[in-house]
């Protein structure tokens, strides 16, 4: 992607190598190292960020004050002037739940539209806020509030147990500065065991143009997610935080595609709506219905989906 083309982020689908390395049981979290103290650290200043990181922000805050300016960011989630009906609920879920956004090639993760089946968490998803010792503590009080409010809103809508904790997380959201992100690949390795070179090197070397991204783990050849590590710049000012944090824990559940067709919706690159929508509130009940399962490709998982939509909202617009 281009430096000329605004993403909220990207989301990926990795089966985690087993043959070298001893990861967690399903369902249970690796222990990773000791961090230090943040509580006890909470009253004292974070240490100073590197110009290059301060340069950041200062970019990233015109690029948030650039789109609200065209009407963008929009947090009302969506109204009269965005209907959609259960046909195109139907196919935007099929877009995003059944396609792949980016393929592994040759090393990197490449933007490729490529038909996958479904994918989703069957455990119960802990999400764990972890950040850098360069972002100051009201701004990390204010992310992890946000994140406890997106956890019981995606647990309600879902049907699925979906919680915030302090620790034991299996799903870790990462606010991290520049230098910070670069010099991650050792704790990454101790969050997700097994971790590839291609998903290490996509975290560490993220281009500016990268707001955030995602990676959902499964094991082997199943489909069920089991873990999921989402990084978020933390030089973003506070509604791209959010968004950001939106959008990557709602991909890491398994939306993780994007349709340029999807309205009113954080699935799609035009950045028009920063938070979820109630379209994409009923795109994730629609992944989480036992009607469906974790596996089924397009053509077995479309007709059980375009039956959910139309109970969700039958002929509404």
């Known amino acids: 992607m281009g430096e000329g083309v605004l993403r909220a982020g990207w989301a990926a689908a990795v089966a985690l190598a087993l043959a070298s390395c001893t990861p967690a049981p399903v369902g249970v979290s690796p222990t990773p190292p000791s961090r230090p103290d943040r509580a006890a650290e909470a009253s004292l200043p974070a ?4 110009s290059e990181s301060r340069a950041l922000a200062r970019y990233y805050a015109r690029v948030q004050s650039d789109l609200l300016a065209q009407g963008l960011l929009r947090t009302d989630g969506g109204g009269r002037d965005t209907p959609f009906d259960a046909r195109m609920l139907t196919e935007n879920f099929v ?16 933007a490729r539209q490529t038909e996958s089946d479904l994918r989703r968490w069957t455990g119960p998803v802990r999400l764990e806020i972890e950040f850098g010792e360069t972002v100051p503590p009201s701004q990390a009080r204010d992310d992890r509030a946000a994140l406890s409010t997106l956890a019981a809103r995606l647990s309600r809508v879902t049907g699925h147990p979906i919680r915030a904790v302090r620790d034991g997380g ?17 704790r990454l390795r101790a969050l997700v065991p097994g971790i590839g070179q291609t998903a290490l090197r996509t975290i560490t070397d993220m281009p500016r ?88 490709q397009s053509h077995e998982a479309a007709p059980i989906a375009r039956a959910i939509a139309e109970e969700l909202v039958g002929g509404e617009t």
């Open 95 to 110: 877009r995003i739940a059944l396609f792949d956004e980016y393929v592994e090639n040759n090393g990197a993760m490449v």
């Open 47 to 50: 240490p100073e960020r590197s």
């Open 170 to 186: 299996n799903f870790h959201v990462l606010m991290l500065h520049e230098d910070e992100r670069r010099g991650y690949a050792d």
């Open 209 to 296: 143009s990268t707001f955030c991204l995602v990676f959902a783990f499964s094991e082997g050849a199943s489909r069920e997610y089991v873990r999921a590590v989402a990084v978020i710049r933390a030089e973003h000012p506070d509604l791209l935080r959010l968004s950001c944090l939106h959008e990557e824990v709602a991909q890491g559940l398994g939306l993780a595609n994007d349709s340029p067709a999807a309205r009113p919706s954080i699935f799609n690159d035009d950045e028009e709506f920063a938070l979820l929508t109630r379209h994409d509130e009923l795109l994730l009940r629609m992944l989480y219905d036992d009607r469906l399962r974790p596996g089924m």
